[in-house]
């Protein structure tokens, strides 16, 4: 999850799960009316309270067409006094504190000298009625924003997340934008909502934020920004997404030419990258065909954690299911770094668990609840016939014998050899994470349950 998302919605009832999200700035609007499409677009005080409440910065973006569609006649003078006197209006009301920053929206790729010469009234109006009290922001293509920054009209550019408008990519490879909206209609885990994620340039000491009844830009997750490598893929019919910086591992998808990524660090020739943009690596895809349109090549990956060692230290919170109508929210959690999200810790977590472990790790996991998938996708490396500690052992389950129905699987981390059982450490063993001994190939005493090893995997 980005740290800054956009959104035309009231996002009141989910201020808490934003924050606990890692979300720290909400993009608002202001405008004239809202439409029976968004009835709930326009930024309002109670609103702006609640996600304050939250310990959320705002961000707002006046823009009641903004061109949209080509209408250019929305962005000449007599539009850019009515929107900046309409947006001082509702700053007013909200509480926006002066020195943050209103961003005005120009939502269509104009890019003639024409076009340009016909916006820069509108902008000159804003500035004008503005004054001193807030910055000037532009959202919109790198021509526009660029043009308008040259002529001392805006101080912050918003880059809109259409790549193909004139001058975005050129934009992006310089430190004059503040903000890019580079991942598009997402949808909040569960519902509810629908958002842009934006990746802030570090560049920038703030990129306009603010919070209720405190100065401009403050932020209450005193965090720095990292550096953002944004690269471009350059491949001609596409580049695949591979489990693992190798031939060897799986690819789950095929990005298109000209499709842009984060790239959160390299191992050799390969780039781990962020496809989502929730600051998780979703794969790996190979250097040699993309390109860096923003920022410098990613720093190689040192880490040395393994998945088993983040097991290790869940181990030793002592971790286990709350009895009752109640759910551990730790294994909540877990659940969420899986497909469909959060879930009761009554739902088999073995796998959710095996999932958060190898993505703590920066690996990337199945993305399934579904134990036997680390065999199915045939997910990392298979060593069945050497183990070693920390590989990953998959077992099939059946009813009572190896004819029986199938029940499912268990996945867990060979720890050692135990005869004819393996001595694993795992999730939802015994309702908890714990060692525990499993069979090779029989029947589990306590559940009378006949359980087969698939195969074992190494990370």
Request: aromatic share 8%.
């Amino acid at each position: 999850m980005r740290r800054t998302i956009d959104v035309a919605m009231n996002v009141s009832g989910f201020a808490d799960q934003l924050h606990h999200a890692g979300v720290r700035t909400v993009i608002r609007y202001y405008n004239h009316r809202n439409s029976s499409v968004l009835p709930t677009k326009r930024l309002d005080p109670p609103e702006a309270e609640v996600l304050a409440d939250a310990g959320l910065n705002l961000m707002t973006v006046f823009q009641q067409r903004g061109g949209a569609g080509g209408h250019i006649e929305d962005l000449d003078a007599e539009s850019g006094s009515a929107d900046a006197t309409r947006a001082l209006e509702l700053a007013a009301a909200l509480g926006q504190p002066e020195g943050s920053a209103i961003y005005f929206a120009v939502d269509h790729d104009f890019y003639k000298q024409s076009e340009l010469n016909s916006i820069r009234p509108y902008f000159e109006r804003v500035r004008e009625v503005l004054g001193n009290r807030y910055r000037v922001g532009c959202y919109g293509s790198g021509t526009v924003g660029g043009t308008m920054q040259r002529a001392g009209l805006v101080d912050l550019i918003w880059l809109a997340g259409a790549t193909g408008w004139s001058g975005t990519k050129d934009m992006l490879q310089t430190d004059a934008w503040a903000l890019f909206q580079k991942d598009l209609h997402k949808t909040w885990p569960g519902g509810g909502f629908s958002y842009d994620g934006n990746v802030l340039n570090p560049a920038f000491p703030d990129h306009g934020q603010f919070v209720l009844g405190s100065t401009p830009a403050s932020d209450r997750d005193s965090a720095p920004l990292q550096a953002t490598t944004i690269m471009e893929v350059t491949a001609r019919s596409g580049l695949r997404v591979r489990r693992g910086p190798s031939t060897a591992y799986e690819h789950f998808t095929v990005l298109p030419t000209g499709s842009l990524v984060h790239a959160v660090s390299r191992v050799g020739d390969w780039v781990k990258v962020d496809l989502e943009g929730d600051g998780q690596p979703d794969g790996f895809m190979h250097g040699d065909y993309l390109r860096i349109l923003s920022g410098g090549f990613p720093l190689a990956d040192s880490s040395g954690t393994r998945p088993i060692d983040i097991a290790r230290a869940e181990l030793a919170l002592d971790i286990r299911e709350v009895p009752g109508g109640s759910h551990n929210p730790r294994i909540v959690m877990y659940h969420a770094t899986t497909k469909d999200g959060a879930a009761a810790d009554e739902v088999a977590w073995c796998s959710s668990f095996m999932n958060y472990c190898v993505e703590q790790a920066g690996m990337v996991g199945t993305d399934s609840k579904w134990a036997m998938s680390w065999h199915d996708s045939r997910w990392g490396l298979e060593v069945t016939g050497t183990p070693r500690d920390g590989d990953i052992v998959v077992w099939r389950r059946r009813e009572q014998s190896a004819s029986g129905a199938i029940k499912g699987g268990h996945v867990a981390f060979w720890v050692g050899d135990a005869g004819d059982g393996v001595t694993i450490l795992g999730g939802n063993q015994s309702n908890r994470v714990k060692i525990s001994t499993y069979p090779k190939k029989g029947v589990m005493p306590d559940t009378n349950t006949f359980y087969e090893i698939l195969s074992l995997r190494r990370p």
